[in-house]
């Protein structure tokens, strides 16, 4: 099928040919459309798709087909049928499958979870620990073939290929999928695509315009805390070498509070304070990546998408610069948003004041939401 102008395959194959750390593509498709496939390789120009072959009876079938096939050390196994994948999800995915061994990209559920029995209700279930599991699922190639073995020796068969590396007992690791990332099953969804698909730009994201959205605001927020001893230091998710550190009830990260408080107030969801009381001991050192990861949540069941965060962090020492790459790509992962999106800067009050005499460091944050 098509959508914004051109086939979902044809979609999901632009990111993945243009996403510098894939190698080859290999396409399985039914017996009867492989012809088809070859011909839209051609007209689009897939330069890395280096195979098309047929599939199995079953999904798990499939993707062993291809496994038989593909060469590397590395595979990464997608639906074709999610053409919303960035090329952020890809490389997230990969670095922690050379890592870890096995990965899924996956986002935390949401919505309320019910347990029922004949259509009424039985009970409430925790989502604290729930994802919703989307792909890519990427593993080491050696891994994920001794899955298949096993599962193939014992005739078993799973819904997807991570719960085959999990049932031979090795760890499968998480990282931020989106909740863009949708796997288009339904009309419904392919209205969702043809609205995100038309504003996708080739380096594989997409382009939020503020035409697109009928509300578009805007959100100040501001933090600081005390530099004391016996404390790490962190900021805007990382951890800094620091002789002092800053004193809170949660790991008093300034810059990630800013920014929080940024995104409430532009979707005027209130403040942190409201949401994470520091009389709460929920609360008491955790990290406060957890507690924006919530806050995108919020926002997320409200309707509202990130368009940009800037964020100025004010002191002294110690410097900045060197760490705002990771910054950048920390906040972003736990928003499910784009590095691009997120811009920290550094800067000092000339020794003025208390963040002057280093006694403190504060950080003061724009965020803009929108909403269709």
Not at 50 to 78: F, P, T, W
Not at 223 to 229: A, C, G, N, P, T
Not at 326 to 346: N, T
Request: net charge negative.
């Amino acid at each position: 099928m098509s959508v914004a102008g051109k086939p979902i395959l044809a979609h999901t194959l632009s990111v993945f040919e243009s996403c510098e750390a894939v190698e080859e593509i290999i396409i399985i498709t039914g017996e009867r459309d492989i012809e088809a496939a070859g011909e839209l390789v051609g007209r689009f120009g897939f330069a890395k798709v280096r195979k098309i072959i047929a599939g199995g009876a079953q999904r798990q079938d499939s993707v062993r087909n291809g496994l038989m096939k593909a060469n590397c050390e590395i595979i990464a196994i997608h639906d074709a049928a999610r053409p919303m994948i960035t090329h952020e999800i890809i490389e997230r995915s990969i670095e922690k499958a050379e890592e870890m061994g096995a990965c899924i990209a996956a986002v935390k559920v949401i919505d309320t979870i019910k347990s029922a029995s004949d259509d009424e209700v039985t009970g409430t279930v925790d989502r604290a620990n729930l994802y919703s599991v989307q792909t890519p699922q990427t593993f080491r190639a050696d891994l994920i073939r001794r899955a298949y073995d096993r599962a193939y020796a014992e005739g078993y068969y799973a819904t997807d290929d991570a719960a085959l590396v999990e049932r031979i007992g090795e760890k499968v690791a998480i990282v931020q999928g989106s909740y863009d990332n949708i796997k288009i099953t339904t009309p419904s969804d392919l209205e969702t695509a043809a609205t995100k698909l038309s504003t996708s730009n080739a380096s594989g994201g997409f382009l939020l315009r503020s035409a697109a959205f009928s509300i578009f605001r805007t959100g100040l927020g501001y933090d600081v805390h005390r530099l004391v001893e016996n404390r790490k230091l962190f900021l805007g998710g990382v951890e800094i070498e620091h002789e002092k550190g800053l004193l809170g009830h949660s790991d008093a990260d300034v810059a990630l509070h800013a920014i929080a408080d940024a995104l409430l107030g532009a979707a005027a969801l209130g403040d942190i304070g409201k949401h994470f009381p520091d009389t709460d001991p929920t609360y008491k050192g955790i990290s406060s990546l957890k507690l924006l990861a919530h806050v995108g949540d919020l926002l997320i069941r409200e309707g509202w998408q990130i368009v940009n965060i800037d964020a100025t962090i004010i002191c002294e020492r110690p410097k900045i610069a060197p760490h705002v790459p990771e910054m950048a790509r920390r906040i972003a992962e736990c928003l499910g948003i784009k590095p691009g999106q997120v811009s920290i800067k550094g800067t000092t009050t000339e020794g003025l004041g208390f963040m002057g005499r280093g006694e403190g460091i504060a950080c003061q944050a724009v965020a803009s939401v929108g909403r269709v």
